[in-house]
């Protein structure tokens, strides 16, 4: 790990400008991720921001009818919060599937949204990737690919987001809140936040640099059958192959967004009419255009049976 310098700003406004001032900034929060990239040289920040002292760790509801959470509140308790579990179950149910208990204890709202990919070849300093190193190439096209994206992938990366938390996220029609170094806020709709791939994978969000996180909110309670379902190599602590988060109403229609196939939690409002039919139709539209490699390819069948099991579970 290389050596950097730290400082604790006292206000969001502060904290977003000591990074845009200063080449390599980084802010960090529980550091879960971050700091497992600083040890192996794939992060190199001259300059750490701690923003644990703002004030964002508070669950608060909106006038809406909703709930505001801010940046710093943990998985842990994010998940535990009783008006998650009791509205927004979906998202309890992510957050429990992700990570180790230890883990969620730390990691923070607004990281969990910014963790970056867990594809070998971004971890694997002796391989080229685009997104740690711009206009190297992509490893992964041609190596393995069993994990990897089958949807919004472009001819310079096919990595995925890893998270849970954003899918439910995406399903929830979340919109996350920032400051800048001016003390400017602004909203972003989750459907707006994280980027596909394109030519700079390297850029994953919508965020501008320097731009601070203070909260991720959710819309009143859209009611329903909630469940998240996640395929993974083993029972616990590992990331998903593929993952689901559904919203099913009484009257049949509802919500889908699919995790693990894309740059990004993946949702196409349009598939959604298809849901009476039944979890093939919403998948054949949902992933029409679908370009996955010989290795995995699976992902196609796996997203529609685990899709089918999760809208069993929903209507039961």
């Keep these: 790990m290389k050596a950097f310098t730290y400082e604790r700003p006292g206000t969001p406004a502060e904290a977003a400008a000591a990074v845009a001032r200063r080449p390599g900034a980084k802010f960090i929060a529980g550091g879960t991720n971050l700091l497992d990239l600083m040890k192996l040289q794939i992060e ?12 964002l760790d508070r669950i608060e509801p909106t006038p809406e009818g909703g709930l505001r959470i801010g ?24 957050l429990l599937a992700g990570a180790s208990g230890q883990l969620r204890n730390q990691a923070t709202t607004a990281g969990n949204l910014l963790q970056r990919t867990r594809c070998p070849y971004f971890y694997d300093t002796a391989q080229p990737c ?5 206009g190297s190439g992509c490893s992964a096209i041609d190596g393995v690919s069993r994990t990897l994206a089958v949807i919004g992938t472009s001819d310079a990366c096919i990595a995925t987001h890893p998270g849970d938390m954003a899918v439910a996220m995406r399903v929830l029609d979340a ?13 972003i709709p989750i459907a707006d936040f994280h980027r596909l791939p394109g030519d700079t994978p390297h850029i994953e969000t919508a965020l501008k640099p320097g731009e601070l996180i203070t909260a991720v909110t959710l819309p009143k309670p859209p009611g329903g059958a909630q469940v998240y379902r996640k395929v993974r190599d083993r029972a616990s602590y590992a990331y998903a192959l593929v993952s689901v988060a559904v919203v099913v109403q009484p009257d049949g229609t509802g919500r889908v967004a699919l995790g693990a196939v894309a740059h990004k939690p993946w949702r196409l409002e349009a598939a959604e009419a298809e849901l009476p039919r039944g979890a093939r139709a919403v998948t054949e539209r949902l992933l029409a255009g679908a370009k996955p490699t010989h290795e995995n390819a699976y992902k196609l069948k796996l997203a529609e049976r685990t899709l089918g099991a999760a809208l069993t579970q929903a209507r039961a």
């Excluded at 685009?130 to 711009?134: A, D, H, I, S, T």
């Design 44 to 55: 190199t920040p001259t300059h750490l921001v701690d923003v644990n002292g703002l004030g």
């Design 71 to 94: 940046a710093l509140v943990r998985n842990t308790d994010l998940a535990a919060d009783a008006r998650v579990r009791r509205d927004y179950a979906v998202l309890a149910r992510a």
């Design 130 to 134: 685009n997104k740690r190193q711009p």
């Design 175 to 187: 919109t996350v809140e920032t400051v800048d170094a001016e003390g400017s806020q602004r909203t």
